[in-house]
């Protein structure tokens, strides 16, 4: 018999000279210089240096977070970078890495913040002059005016060696961070490490994430933007709410929509607009289009305003069960399953103000779990150390790489490319291999011809070298 279709036939050696892998990661290095993030890390460190020391330590923190945005998950894998010394300079070592991370408290993360929020200005600013705006949220099919930022906890598991991983309410052992994403660009705006054991509508925990991802939006749009503040029923505290509210005393134009635990009153609410029939309209999809056996209705003026900010408006959804969609007694007994969602957006506009936006403009909450499963790809799905201030500075240089890949994407990526997961960048994009040449005293990075997306890679390239930079 003869074969057909088999492989070209190879000999392996391992005495390549200058090919370098993950040549696109290189851009991610790149954006973090273009925005002026690896000279403000630098700034904040600088009393770190060694009198000895050839590594300036904010460049290992920003050589760390290249390294988690590229998908390394460990700081062995530094490696990637160290020993491509011709394409990435001169990388840290492991055990120096580790001592920095060791170094930074909490006052020296603070600072890392107020760098990473500097720098996050300069990359709006550019987004901005080459693309006349930041990129919309979308519900319904229209954009949601202004910045909406996503807040949500999540798992991530730990074995008991490491400080502070506590038994969860999920039955499962780690820590329990939570985080607060913008869902406009992707980025990671803050996040706070906690234990296992931590509760979920903590109330004090979520003013401390919200304030911290405020600071991180520049002045121009923190006080002339509308800012949406989206969370599950774990943010429907009287505590956060009334900060949301509070905020707007100090020129924010902030608005909460929460979700809503279906307590006895707002069962009883339910059973009344259930007798209301008139008062229910069909939901709308993601693109704005009438949703099958769903409707949604606004109960408020039926459910107790104790506690809840003037002008709270409540709605409800209900909808025939999927299969296996986790039903209550209530949702048993009356056939479908339903989910109520609190927000203080006035009535207006139909694309603005109507019930069947507000309620599919929140269950674009739903988005953040795509970001927190991301970011567990990028750095927070585990932690190194067994030391709870080292996770807690890995967490933070986490959430620089996931800015680093929105930067990324939000700058010099068009199409597909601009929304892609990082998995799908990674493959494309950051782990391609190339070769360097140096002709004409330049040194030269060759992706191969046949790459699919060479021309991606090379028009990126170009695009970072033509941002407008401040004038000096």
Known sequence: MQATGTRPKIVVSADGRGVVGHAGARLLADVAEATGLGTRFGEVLAGLRQRRGRHDPGRIAVDLAVL???????????????????????????????????????????????????????????????????????????????????IDATIVLCHSGKEAATPTWKSTFGYHPLLCFLDNTHEALAGLLREGRAGSNTTADHIIVLDDALAQIPDVHRHGTPILIRSDSAGCTFGLLAHIRGLRERGLDTRFSVGTAITEPIRQAILTAKRRPGDWVPAVDTDGEPRDNAEVCELTGLVPHDGY????????????????????????????????????????????????????????????????????????????????????????????????????????????????????????????????????????????????????????????????????
Not at 69 to 98: H, M, N, Y
Not at 377 to 387: E, K, N, W
Not at 389 to 407: E, F, K, S, Y
Request: hydrophobic share 45%; with cysteine.
């Open 68 to 150: 988690l945005a590229d998908g390394g998950e460990a700081i062995a894998d530094l490696a990637v970078l160290r020993d491509q010394a011709q394409l990435f300079g001169s990388v840290a070592s492991d055990p120096t890495a580790w001592r920095l991370l060791s170094k930074l408290d909490t006052r020296l993360l603070g600072r890392l913040a107020q760098a990473r929020a500097q720098a996050r200005e300069m990359a709006w600013a550019q987004r901005i002059e080459t693309c006349g705006s930041l990129p919309p949220s979308m519900a319904a099919g229209v954009a949601v005016p202004g910045l909406v930022l996503d």
């Open 309 to 472: 900010p003037p002008g709270t408006r409540f709605i409800v959804r209900r909808e025939r069960p999927h299969p296996g969609a986790q039903l209550s007694l209530f949702d048993t007994i009356e056939g479908m399953r339903h989910q109520v969602m609190a927000t203080d957006t006035p009535p207006g506009e139909a694309t603005n103000g109507s019930i069947q936006y507000l309620e599919a403009r929140h269950r674009a909450h739903a988005r953040v779990e795509d970001r927190i499963r991301c970011g567990k790809a990028t750095g927070f799905g585990r932690f190194p150390s067994r030391v709870f201030a080292i996770n807690q500075a890995w967490l933070h240089l986490a959430l620089t790489g996931i800015d680093l890949l929105a930067w990324t994407q939000m700058l010099l990526l068009h199409g597909e490319l601009a929304t892609a997961e990082p998995k799908k960048l990674r493959y494309r994009l950051l782990h391609v291999a190339a070769r360097i040449t140096r002709t004409a005293r330049q040194t030269r990075l060759r992706i191969p011809e046949t790459w699919p997306w060479a021309t991606d890679l090379t028009t990126a390239f170009a695009r970072l070298a033509a941002l407008p930079q401040p004038i000096t």
